[in-house]
T-cell receptor, first 120, second 112 residues
Framework: GAVVSQHPSWVICKSGTSVKIECRSL??????MFWYRQFPKQSLMLMAT?????????EQGVEKDKFLINHASLTLSTLTVTSAHPEDSSFYIC????????????????FGAGTRLSVL | GENVEQHPSTLSVQEGDSAVIKCTYS??????FPWYKQELGKRPQLIID?????GEKKDQRIAVTLNKTAKHFSLHITETQPEDSAVYFC???????????FGTGTRLKVLA
C-alpha cells in the first residue's frame, strides 16, 4: 500500500517550452503533496507544499510563476515548469501524505520515482 | 526556518561493521524525524523514523536515537551488508506543516 506514481520518468524539451509532471497517489487519498528538486549527488530541496483544493505554499526562493502547482483532486498533483531553460534541468520528485484520518501515519511521506528533466 | 545538518557526507565501512550517521536540527518545534534510503536512480524509501516523545527506536539491524535537548539524532546500522550501500537522508518535520527539511545526505559504501 501507499504507492505514489510519478510521470513521466524522463523528459527532454526545448528551451522555452513548458513541461507538466504528474504525481498520483494510487491507493490512498493524499491530503498534502510535496514537490522537491534534487541536483546530482545533493539533497532533496523542498520547493512547495500542495494542499488539495487550495493554493500551493512555495518555499523561499522558488518562483511560483515558474513552477506552477495544481492539486485538483485528492489523488493528483501536477507541477508545470513554464518556459523551461537549461538551468531548470534537474531531478524533480514528488511525495504525498495521507492525512490525519488515513490508515497510514500522518507524518509519513511516500515518494514518487522522480522525473529527470533535461532542457536543451 | 528549520535547518538540518548531516555528517559525514561519505562513509565507507567493511562488511559486518557498524555505521553511524548523525544529524542536528535547529528548530525545537520539530517533532518527527524520518530516515530515508535512496539507491541510485530510485525513489527515497523510509527505513525508520522516530517521534520526539521517544528516545530510541530499533528495527532489526537499524536503530535511531534522539536527543531533544541537544537537538540531534543518529542512525545506527549494525552488521552492515553490501546491499546497505546507498545514500541516506535524515529529515526533520513538525506537526502542522508536515513538510520535511532534509539533511545533505550520507553516501554509505559497504565494502565486501
Amino acid at each position: 500500500g501507499a504507492v505514489v506514481s510519478q510521470h513521466p520518468s524522463w523528459v527532454i524539451c526545448k528551451s522555452g517550452t513548458s513541461v507538466k509532471i504528474e504525481c498520483r497517489s494510487l491507493d490512498f487519498q493524499a491530503t498534502t503533496m510535496f514537490w522537491y528538486r534534487q541536483f546530482p549527488k545533493q539533497s532533496l530541496m523542498l520547493m512547495a507544499t500542495s494542499n488539495e483544493g487550495s493554493k500551493a505554499t512555495y518555499e523561499q526562493g522558488v518562483e511560483k510563476d515558474k513552477f506552477l502547482i495544481n492539486h485538483a483532486s485528492l489523488t493528483l498533483s501536477t507541477l508545470t515548469v513554464t518556459s523551461a531553460h537549461p538551468e531548470d534541468s534537474s531531478f524533480y520528485i514528488c511525495s504525498a501524505r495521507e492525512g490525519d484520518r488515513g490508515r497510514t501515519a500522518k507524518n509519513i511521506q511516500y515518494f514518487g520515482a522522480g522525473t529527470r528533466l533535461s532542457v536543451l | 526556518g528549520e535547518n538540518v545538518e548531516q555528517h559525514p557526507s561519505t562513509l565507507s565501512v567493511q562488511e559486518g561493521d557498524s555505521a553511524v550517521i548523525k544529524c542536528t536540527y535547529s528548530d525545537s518545534a520539530s517533532n518527527y524525524f524520518p530516515w530515508y534510503k535512496q539507491e541510485l536512480g530510485k525513489r527515497p524509501q523510509l527505513i525508520i523514523d522516530i517521534r520526539s516523545n521517544v528516545g530510541e527506536k530499533k528495527d532489526q539491524r537499524i536503530a535511531v536515537t534522539l536527543n531533544k535537548t541537544a537537538k540531534h539524532f543518529s542512525l545506527h546500522i549494525t552488521e552492515t551488508q553490501p546491499e546497505d550501500s546507498a545514500v541516506y537522508f535524515c529529515a526533520a518535520s513538525m506537526s502542522g506543516t508536515y513538510k520535511y527539511i532534509f539533511g545533505t545526505g550520507t553516501r554509505l559504501k559497504v565494502l565486501a
